[in-house]
Nanobody, 120 residues
Framework: QVQLVESGGGLVQAGESLRLSCAAS????????MGWYRQAPEKQRELVAT???????NYADSVKGRFTISRDNAKNTVHLQMNALRPEDTAVYYC??????????????WGKGTLVTVSS
C-alpha cells in the first residue's frame, strides 16, 4: 500500500500565507509527478499545481505568482507555499502522486485532504 499524508491546512486571513506538505510512504519504487488539487464547496476538484520528478512545474492561472510548489525526491515529499491568500482559495486541498510500486505497477494515489479557510 501507498499512503499520502497532508499537513499544514488551517484558518488564515486574506493576504496571509500557509505552507502545505505531503509525504508519500509505503510500497514505493519511484514517485513520478506530484501535485496539489483543491475542491471548494459545491465545486469540482481542480488542479492547483504539479511538479514532475525532474522539476517541471505547472500552475493553475488563478494561483500563478502566489503559490509555489516544490518537492524533495529523496523524502518523497511535496510542498505548496501559498502566499497572498484570498477567500476564493478556501477549499479542501488534496495531494496527488503517480507512484511506481515495488512490483513495478503504476498507480495514482490521493491523500485525504487538508482544509484551508481564508477569511476576508
Amino acid at each position: 500500500q501507498v499512503q499520502l499524508v497532508e499537513s499544514g491546512g488551517g484558518l488564515v486571513q486574506a493576504g496571509e500565507s500557509l505552507r502545505l506538505s505531503c509525504a508519500a510512504s509505503g510500497n514505493i519504487f519511484r514517485v513520478n509527478t506530484m501535485g496539489w488539487y483543491r475542491q471548494a464547496p459545491e465545486k469540482q476538484r481542480e488542479l492547483v499545481a504539479t511538479i514532475t520528478s525532474g522539476g517541471s512545474l505547472n500552475y493553475a492561472d488563478s494561483v500563478k505568482g502566489r503559490f509555489t510548489i516544490s518537492r524533495d525526491n529523496a523524502k518523497n515529499t511535496v510542498h505548496l507555499q501559498m502566499n497572498a491568500l484570498r477567500p476564493e482559495d478556501t477549499a479542501v486541498y488534496y495531494c496527488n502522486a503517480g507512484v511506481i510500486r515495488r512490483d513495478y505497477v503504476g498507480m495514482n494515489y490521493w491523500g485525504k485532504g487538508t482544509l484551508v479557510t481564508v477569511s476576508s
